[in-house]
């Protein structure tokens, strides 16, 4: 009897004894909690006007395509390519034997045609000659005049001219080639204005308005800079990129006129007060599961994730046009490690 009273005695024991150590256990693990060391910067929305970067060419303001409205031999070619020229100016010319004789024909025709008109008009008056019979005589001067309008006008295409002043930027005949209508001879570009053309995706052309200020750096000139002003914006987006041209006229002014179509350049839209948001570094800007971007702040001594919508970017960064605040502590370092309410040390 007293034997197993004090089995009993020592199993209790043992049971409170291990009780006792597995609760100080848990004690000591929920005491101890991971504090992750961040460095962070505050939030300062932008009050001036902000800008967007793009690659694009620069292209001629106007062309035309130039070319001889009658056909013949192409007897003289008095411009080359590059070459600037003025309105009216003779840029070329066809042999004129044919066209010259067929004026000098219509000029001795309409000489007939009126000598005869001369002579029966006065009989006419005199009632010598039917209504009939001067009628014919009639038609057949204004017969002649008009033949002598066409022979003029074929001779005076065999001289081709600008028809207003620009650069010749193309010249396809050369002298003793066959020329006819429709065939191209030269092209005539304006480089006194020229266009930078852009292709903006379609998430930033809303920002895009006409008449909104550019900047052009072209890298065929050691980057020298122009400015210009949104003249056309394209209102269908390209079916594979997606992008939506739009074109910047710039002045290419008699002090400057260094930029020629073909270049390659560097544009900068310069956005509106209203529309400049805050721009963070891109690295920090993490993507939810369900597709949602967010960062990290610091809220206190603690971890807080905050979502926000992105827009452009540009050499700095990423735009952040909702979701963020003035005053707003970015963790930009240890964002990597944190988590939903988790507690953090700023460092500096």
């Known amino acids: 009897m007293m034997r197993n009273i004090y089995l009993l005695s020592m199993s209790?024991?043992?049971?409170?004894?291990?009780?006792?150590?597995?609760?100080?256990?848990?004690?000591?693990?929920?005491?101890?909690?991971?504090?992750?060391?961040?460095?962070?910067?505050?939030?300062?929305?932008?009050?001036?006007?902000?800008?967007?970067?793009?690659?694009g060419t620069i292209s001629e303001s106007?062309?035309?395509?130039?070319?001889?409205?009658?056909?013949?031999?192409?007897?003289?070619v008095l411009v080359s390519e590059g070459q600037a020229v003025s309105k009216g100016q003779t840029l070329a010319t066809l042999n004129t034997a044919t066209a010259q004789s067929a004026y000098q024909a219509a000029q001795a025709t309409l000489r007939q045609a009126q000598d005869a008109y001369d002579r029966l008009a006065t009989l006419h008056e005199g009632g010598s000659i039917s209504d009939i019979k001067f009628v014919e005589v009639e038609t057949g001067l204004q017969q002649a005049k008009s033949m002598l309008t066409v022979a003029e006008r074929s001779l005076n295409d065999c001289r081709l001219t600008a028809?207003?002043?620009?650069?010749?930027?193309?010249?396809?005949?050369?002298?003793?080639?066959?020329?006819?209508?429709?065939?191209?001879?030269?092209?005539?570009?304006?480089?006194?204005?020229?266009?930078?053309k852009i292709a903006v995706p379609e998430n930033e052309i809303g920002d895009v308005s006409l008449h909104q200020e550019a900047i052009?750096?072209?890298?065929?000139?050691?980057?020298?800079r122009f400015t210009g002003t949104v003249e056309t914006k394209g209102v269908s987006a390209h079916p594979l990129t997606h992008t939506y041209k739009v074109k910047i006229r710039i002045n290419n002014t008699a002090d400057a006129k260094s930029l020629l179509p073909g270049m390659v350049c560097k544009v900068w839209l310069q956005q509106p007060e209203k529309s400049a948001g805050?721009?963070?570094?891109?690295?920090?800007?993490?993507?939810?599961?369900?597709?949602?971007?967010?960062?990290?702040?610091?809220?206190?001594?603690?971890?807080?994730?905050?979502?926000?919508?992105?827009?452009?970017?540009n050499d700095d960064g990423v735009t952040v046009n909702d979701?963020?605040?003035?005053g707003d502590r970015l963790i930009i370092e240890g964002y990597q490690k944190v988590s939903e309410g988790m507690k953090i040390n700023i460092i500096n």
Not at 62 to 76: D, N
Not at 323 to 326: I, R
């Open 12 to 55: 209790a024991t043992v049971l409170l004894s291990g009780c006792s150590v597995n609760t100080g256990t848990r004690g000591n693990d929920s005491s101890e909690q991971k504090i992750i060391p961040v460095k962070v910067m505050s939030v300062q929305r932008s009050a001036t006007a902000a800008s967007v970067s793009y690659i």
């Open 62 to 76: 106007f062309a035309l395509s130039l070319s001889f409205s009658g056909m013949g031999v192409v007897e003289q």
């Open 163 to 196: 028809p207003r002043s620009g650069v010749i930027a193309r010249r396809s005949i050369e002298p003793g080639t066959n020329a006819a209508p429709g065939v191209p001879a030269f092209t005539l570009i304006t480089v006194d204005r020229v266009d930078a």
């Open 216 to 224: 052009i750096e072209a890298t065929a000139l050691a980057g020298e």
């Open 278 to 313: 805050t721009v963070i570094p891109a690295r920090i800007v993490q993507i939810a599961p369900d597709g949602q971007r967010f960062v990290w702040l610091a809220n206190g001594d603690t971890a807080r994730r905050r979502f926000i919508k992105t827009g452009a970017l």
């Open 323 to 326: 979701g963020l605040n003035d």
